[in-house]
């Protein structure tokens, strides 16, 4: 059937007719609404629709006009009932696309915090992995200390002796050949006393040293250490770092709750920001992971694990050039030599009593290789003529015997993030430039402060009072260590060659400061020692040296050259220091009772 829709639209003058055939009676979706469409019809006499319909061909019965007239009506109806259809299933669509779109974006947000936290050395635990190590979970220890090295030896066999259940991981535990880490100061050898590890350094061949030379073009002066208040066993001590820490791994090992494996830690194990524990690869190369309440990370300045429990800002300012002469006599027996070269220091000292250990200092990052024979040239023809004449043959000797070797020198501040269950020690933690021979004195006097903070504690799983006292922890040891760090690391740039004249200055009146004697001499050895790790009087006598410097400017009388000169002086030693101590932290370095931790001292037992 043909239906003829005429639209009148008088308002834009237009008369549009649309003509469409119906299948009317036999459309089985039309059917069942008949009777109720045309109840609709019946009900609403005055309805209109804006529109005239006309019937070309006339129906011969009222009802059946009416049945048309009705449909003509309904087809408004099927479309909005075919709308809503449409619509359920497209919002339905949507929906499950939105579902499956968050559930995405979630787990790519997990996936992103679980990468991150493993680019930082942190693994999250999950309660379907949990029981993986469920053997290692149980196994009762204390504290997992990762690295076995002089700070990690020492950690184990301290925390050891105080009852603690202890599991070292290490990854060689066979002797290791270093070229640092071979002077130990007094202030270090009394951490040691302390500790009762005082015997390590016997059966080692072990010198002892009593101050230090310094060479100057030509010049030297002797300074020794102020142990006049000491028993007379306290001095410095050298030798061989391996031999060193094979000793305290050993004497660690006698323990019955320490144990040492060596392994390889991979990662570290959070869960809900709370370190508990280690994953690491064994000697056999089996994936295991290990739980305890703390874990103290001293793998080294190499440290892969740092990264997830401080900010490291590591600086390298040098690489020391290590070589070994052999059956010489350095010009000072039991003295520490520092040579100050062109263009930078060489230190020389007994590491055994047929071998001294010499360091050549090369500035900045770029070395002449040592393949191609540019390295052994370089220091025949530029650091030989600078050593004392005394050690001179046999320095070159040891060039010629090829056996040279470098070590980066790194530097790198405290700034630790507290995590609870982890703290870091040693120089994974905090390092400074080897000149002084300030590491292992550091990492000794942190590990008797650390001591001191856990005794209170009856067990470690107690999480609010390990916290507590880890946080402490970074607090306390500040004044010693940063007192060592900013020593160290001005005097490195003080015993610089350089073409600028004020830093001349400041180096030659350096050395004839410490040549003066007396507390001009005691006080800064003194500090290096590690005997009086006064971080103010580390500043007096820096600038104690600047102004004698300007002083000396001024004789016989003073010009406008020289004025000019002594001030450029003092902004060169402000320079030097202030960069170093704010990275220590001043308020932590000077004012250490301003902050709350300090006030958190081991309640009596």
């Known amino acids: 059937m043909k239906l003829a829709v005429t639209h009148n639209l008088p308002g834009l003058g237009l008369t549009t007719t649309t003509t469409t055939t119906a299948s009317l009676i036999r459309s089985p979706f039309l059917s069942p609404r008949l009777p109720l469409s045309t109840r609709r019809l019946r009900n609403t006499p005055s309805f209109t629709t804006g529109a005239t319909f006309t019937l070309r061909k006339k129906a011969r019965h009222h009802e059946r006009a009416s049945l048309i007239s009705a449909v003509t009506i309904m087809a408004p109806a099927i479309e909005f009932d075919q709308f809503i259809l449409a619509t359920f299933f497209a919002s339905l669509f949507a929906f499950v696309l939105v579902y499956v779109l968050r559930r995405s974006s979630r787990n790519d947000d997990a996936n992103s915090n679980r990468s991150n936290k493993m680019n930082r050395g942190l693994v999250v635990v999950s309660s379907q992995n949990d029981a993986v190590s469920t053997n290692l979970a149980d196994s009762g220890i204390d504290v997992i200390i990762v690295g076995a090295g002089v700070a990690g030896a020492a950690l184990a066999h301290t925390l050891g002796k105080e009852g603690r259940r202890v599991h070292v991981i290490e990854r060689d535990l066979s002797e290791q050949d270093r070229i640092v880490g071979e002077l130990l100061q007094p202030g270090g050898y009394l951490k040691l006393i302390e500790l009762g590890l005082e015997d390590c350094v016997k059966e080692i061949d072990a010198q002892r040293v009593l101050g230090y030379a310094l060479f100057k073009d030509g010049k030297h002066t002797q300074l020794s250490y102020p142990l006049e208040t000491f028993d007379s066993d306290v001095a410095g001590?050298?030798?061989?770092?391996?031999?060193?820490?094979?000793?305290?791994?050993?004497?660690?090992?006698?323990l019955s709750n320490v144990r040492l494996e060596q392994g390889t830690v991979t990662s570290l194990l959070e869960e809900n920001g709370t370190v508990k524990g280690v994953q690491y690869k064994t000697k056999e190369g089996n994936e295991l992971r290990l739980y305890a309440p703390l874990t103290v990370v001293c793998d080294g300045c190499f440290s892969n694990l740092r990264r997830s429990l401080c900010k490291p800002k590591v600086d390298v300012p040098s690489t020391f050039v290590g070589l070994v002469l052999e059956n010489c006599e350095l010009p000072f027996a039991?003295?520490?030599?520092?040579?100050?070269?062109?263009?930078?220091?060489?230190?020389?000292?007994?590491?055994?009593?047929?071998?001294?250990?010499?360091?050549?200092?090369?500035?900045?990052?770029?070395?002449?290789?040592?393949?191609?024979?540019?390295?052994?040239?370089y220091l025949k023809t530029q650091v030989a003529p600078q050593v004392p004449p005394e050690v001179r043959e046999a320095f070159i000797n040891a060039v010629e015997k090829g056996n040279i070797r470098t070590m980066p020198n790194r530097s790198m501040p405290a700034d630790p993030v507290p995590t609870p269950g982890a703290l870091l020690l040693g120089?994974?933690?905090?390092?400074?430039?080897?000149?002084?021979?300030?590491?292992?004195?550091?990492?000794?006097?942190?590990?008797?402060?650390?001591?001191?903070?856990?005794?209170?504690?009856?067990?470690?799983?107690?999480?609010?009072?390990?916290?507590k006292y880890i946080e402490s922890f970074y607090t306390l040891r500040k004044p010693v260590a940063s007192t060592i760090n900013t020593l160290a690391g001005a005097l490195y740039k003080v015993f610089l060659a350089s073409s600028d004249?004020?830093?001349?200055?400041?180096?030659?009146?350096?050395?004839?400061?410490?040549?003066?004697?007396?507390?001009?001499?005691?006080?800064?050895?003194?500090?290096?020692?590690?005997?009086?790790?006064?971080?103010?009087?580390?500043?007096?006598?820096?600038?104690?040296?600047?102004?004698?410097?300007?002083g000396r400017l001024m004789l016989p009388f003073p010009s406008i050259k020289s004025f000019w000169l002594g001030a450029r002086v003092i902004s060169s030693a402000s320079g030097i220091i202030f960069p170093i101590i704010k990275a220590e932290g001043v308020r932590q370095m000077f004012f250490p009772r301003t902050i709350a931790a300090i006030y958190r001292t081991p309640p009596p037992q």
């Open 237 to 254: 001590r050298s030798f061989h770092n391996g031999r060193f820490v094979q000793r305290m791994r050993e004497k660690a090992a006698t």
């Open 334 to 377: 039991n003295h520490g030599h520092v040579v100050l070269a062109d263009p930078s220091p060489i230190l020389l000292y007994q590491i055994s009593s047929s071998e001294v250990r010499c360091l050549v200092d090369v500035p900045g990052q770029k070395l002449p290789p040592i393949a191609n024979g540019e390295m052994a040239k």
């Open 427 to 467: 120089d994974s933690f905090n390092m400074r430039h080897p000149l002084t021979g300030g590491g292992m004195t550091v990492a000794l006097a942190d590990i008797v402060v650390l001591r001191d903070l856990l005794r209170p504690i009856h067990s470690l799983k107690d999480k609010e009072a390990l916290s």
């Open 501 to 550: 004249e004020a830093k001349t200055e400041m180096r030659e009146a350096c050395f004839d400061y410490l040549s003066l004697g007396g507390v001009c001499s005691s006080g800064p050895v003194a500090l290096l020692s590690g005997l009086n790790p006064r971080p103010l009087s580390l500043v007096l006598h820096f600038f104690a040296v600047a102004i004698f410097a300007v």
